[in-house]
């Protein structure tokens, strides 16, 4: 009896090395991509095992977010992601709430005034993160478009080169497809051509799938031109060379702009986040030094950490998030 106890236990510790063995020889890329996955749809599929069949109801409240998630490049379904608002915000809300209880209490506040501030920093958390996973795939959506917007000249000009050496369409996109620099065009270009060889479209269908889906209104335009010129049998290499100096002569515009633009964003900067919070500090500073009130029944002191601890850095991620919107990648 031992003895066989003996050789089950070996039989399992070579099983065991020989899969970690397996698992430290495969290859590093699957092993990220996979964890990559996992993180991205863990919370989405938790969210929508727990409350999917509870959301048909807020749907039509979300009505506008199906488009949005389509552009935006987020791989999820609609009701899913609709279950992980709800789900999500209603977590962080009852976190939210009973923290805020908890600690109004521990600095000696009344129980019912910590309860109603603890109510009231609840729903205005629900209220931001409702808001939050609403805008979130909008601005991914308009990260999207500004880097299509971006690449779209160097884009047109490789398409161009290649249409004029005689290659098709399906050829070109699968070209631009497996480039070895990392743009976003050729996420763009990969589905056209999964489109093609895995689902069995022609260059046509795929072409206008792709500019329903696409965020960016010059490349609709611009794969709605090629539809055209496919159709008609016109030139597509001199087509795609005309569209190549228009999409330039508008990204020197658009340079000149943003440039203009960001003399003025230094200024705000400047006045905003350096002077203004210079001053309140010194006002509250010499205010607390001096005994005096302070501001819709709050200290000096409480204003004051207030302003360091929230005020100033919730206006530099809202700054960061203009920049960020407003800069070009190119």
Same mark, same amino acid.
């Not at 050829?171 to 689902?199: C, D, Y």
């Given at each position: 009896m031992i003895k066989l106890l003996l050789e089950k236990l070996k039989a399992s510790i070579t099983n065991v090395r020989t899969k970690m063995r397996r698992d430290w020889n495969a290859p590093k890329q699957d092993v990220e991509s996979k964890k990559s996955k996992n993180e991205l749809e863990g919370p989405v599929a938790l969210a929508y095992k727990l409350i999917g069949d509870k959301t048909t109801r807020f749907l039509p409240?979300?009505?506008?977010? %199906?488009?949005?998630?389509?552009?935006?490049?987020?791989?999820?379904?609609?009701?899913?992601?609709?279950?992980?608002? +709800?789900? =999500?915000?209603?977590? +962080?809300? !009852?976190?939210? =709430?009973?923290?805020?209880?908890?600690?109004?209490v521990v600095f000696r506040m009344p129980f019912g005034s910590a309860l109603l501030f603890g109510v009231g920093a609840a729903l205005l958390t629900f209220a931001m993160s409702v808001t939050g996973f609403y805008l979130y795939p909008?601005?991914?959506?308009?990260?999207?478009? &500004?880097? !299509?917007?971006?690449?779209?000249?160097?884009m047109t000009g490789y398409m161009s080169?290649?249409?004029?050496? =005689? +290659?098709?369409?399906?050829?070109?996109?699968?070209?631009?497809?497996? !480039?070895?620099?990392?743009?976003?065009?050729?996420?763009?270009? &990969?589905?056209?051509?999964?489109?093609?060889?895995?689902?069995?479209m022609d260059i046509i269908s795929a072409l206008e799938k792709a500019s329903i889906r696409t965020p960016s209104r010059k490349l609709r335009d611009m794969i709605e031109g090629m539809i055209s010129t496919v159709h008609t049998g016109g030139n597509l290499g001199a087509f795609? &060379?005309?569209?190549?100096?228009?999409?330039?002569?508008?990204?020197?515009?658009?340079?000149?702009?943003?440039? %203009?633009?960001?003399?003025?964003?230094?200024?705000?900067?400047?006045?905003?986040?350096?002077? =203004?919070?210079?001053?309140?500090?010194?006002?509250l500073s010499v205010m607390s030094v001096l005994g005096g009130g302070g501001l819709m029944g709050l200290s000096s002191e409480m204003l004051l950490s207030l302003l360091t601890y929230m005020a100033i850095p919730v206006c530099a991620v809202m700054f960061l998030l203009i920049l960020d919107s407003s800069s070009p990648k190119w």
């Open positions: 409240l979300f009505k506008d977010l %199906d488009q949005s998630l389509i552009r935006s490049g987020l791989r999820t379904n609609f009701k899913a992601y609709v279950s992980l608002t +709800v789900f =999500g915000s209603l977590s +962080v809300t !009852l976190c939210m =709430g009973i923290i805020t209880s908890l600690l109004l909008v601005y991914r959506a308009d990260k999207h478009k &500004r880097e !299509l917007d971006d690449e779209l000249p160097f080169i290649l249409a004029s050496a =005689g +290659v098709s369409p399906e050829k070109m996109f699968q070209s631009l497809a497996t !480039l070895n620099v990392p743009l976003v065009a050729s996420s763009e270009a &990969r589905e056209i051509v999964q489109n093609v060889s895995l689902f069995g795609l &060379r005309e569209r190549f100096k228009t999409h330039m002569r508008l990204k020197r515009v658009s340079l000149k702009k943003y440039a %203009d633009s960001l003399s003025v964003l230094s200024e705000v900067y400047v006045a905003l986040l350096l002077t =203004g919070p210079l001053l309140l500090v010194i006002m």
